[in-house]
């Protein structure tokens, strides 16, 4: 199955970009950098070995506005466009966690971390803006169990967000491809329910 859908998604979006000649200007937020775009990009570069790839960090409302200027030939985020300049496709659903501190008392727990849980304790929160971000997607999967998080504290980048959950200042959700960075201060653990983020590309109409 991951096979396949790397092999729809590569096929997607070599259709949506045939029209590029040299220079591919990719804008990407950090989470998907972590997950399966490294591996769609090292296959694109195998199947467009003549296209340069030029990769740009952008929050995922800032490249609305670059594709829509068309200064961003590809765009891989979070948020579903809801606007006629811009061409946006689901690639994947990608199951979030919970990032704990590698002693906290639910590190020996077997099995999922319930959001209520989850709600009983302070919560980090990324990014702080710009926003609609992933941050608004976590805020709503506790609002529509109508559950409310103690505290949250907004920073502005993952890597500042497991740094303090490290730290003992609260928990992080987080995608579960993050599970790729190797931490010792920091554990992660599956949730319940199961809660989902989007990665979507999205290209100039």
Same mark, same amino acid.
């Given at each position: 199955?991951?096979?396949?859908?790397? /092999?729809? +998604?590569?096929?997607?979006?070599?259709?949506?970009?045939? =029209?590029? &000649?040299?220079?591919?200007?990719?804008?990407?937020?950090?989470? @998907?950098?972590?997950? $399966?775009?490294? &591996?769609?990009?090292?296959?694109?570069? =195998? /199947?467009?070995?003549?296209? &340069?790839?030029?990769?740009? +960090?952008?929050?995922?409302? !800032?490249?609305?506005?670059?594709?829509?200027?068309?200064?961003?030939?590809?765009?891989?985020?979070?948020?579903?466009?809801?606007? #006629?300049?811009? =061409?946006?496709?689901?690639?994947?659903?990608? /199951?979030?966690?919970?990032?704990?501190?590698?002693? =906290?008392?639910?590190?020996?727990?077997?099995?999922?971390? @319930?959001? !209520? $849980?989850?709600?009983?304790?302070?919560?980090?929160?990324? *990014?702080?803006? *710009?926003?609609?971000?992933? #941050? $608004?997607? /976590?805020?709503?999967?506790?609002? $529509?169990?109508?559950? @409310?998080?103690?505290?949250?504290?907004?920073?502005? +980048?993952?890597?500042?967000?497991?740094?303090?959950?490290? #730290?003992?200042?609260?928990?992080?959700?987080?995608?579960?491809?993050?599970?790729?960075?190797?931490? +010792?201060?920091?554990?992660?653990?599956?949730? #319940? *329910?199961?809660?989902?983020? *989007?990665?979507?590309?999205? @290209?100039?109409?």
């Amino acid at each position: 199955i991951y096979i396949l859908g790397q /092999v729809d +998604e590569l096929q997607t979006m070599t259709k949506r970009l045939a =029209h590029i &000649e040299r220079l591919l200007r990719i804008g990407f937020v950090p989470s @998907t950098l972590y997950g $399966d775009l490294t &591996e769609l990009l090292r296959r694109f570069r =195998h /199947v467009c070995p003549d296209i &340069e790839l030029s990769l740009i +960090e952008l929050p995922s409302i !800032e490249q609305l506005v670059e594709l829509k200027g068309r200064r961003l030939d590809v765009g891989f985020g979070r948020l579903m466009f809801q606007d #006629a300049g811009v =061409h946006s496709v689901v690639l994947r659903l990608e /199951v979030l966690i919970v990032a704990l501190p590698f002693d =906290h008392p639910y590190a020996r727990r077997r099995g999922p971390i @319930t959001l !209520e $849980d989850v709600a009983r304790e302070p919560l980090i929160l990324y *990014p702080s803006r *710009p926003r609609p971000s992933f #941050a $608004d997607q /976590v805020v709503a999967a506790f609002r $529509d169990r109508n559950l @409310t998080p103690t505290s949250i504290r907004e920073v502005r +980048e993952l890597q500042v967000a497991l740094g303090l959950v490290a #730290a003992g200042l609260g928990n992080c959700i987080v995608p579960a491809n993050i599970q790729r960075l190797k931490r +010792e201060d920091v554990i992660y653990r599956p949730l #319940a *329910p199961v809660i989902t983020s *989007p990665v979507i590309m999205s @290209t100039p109409a």
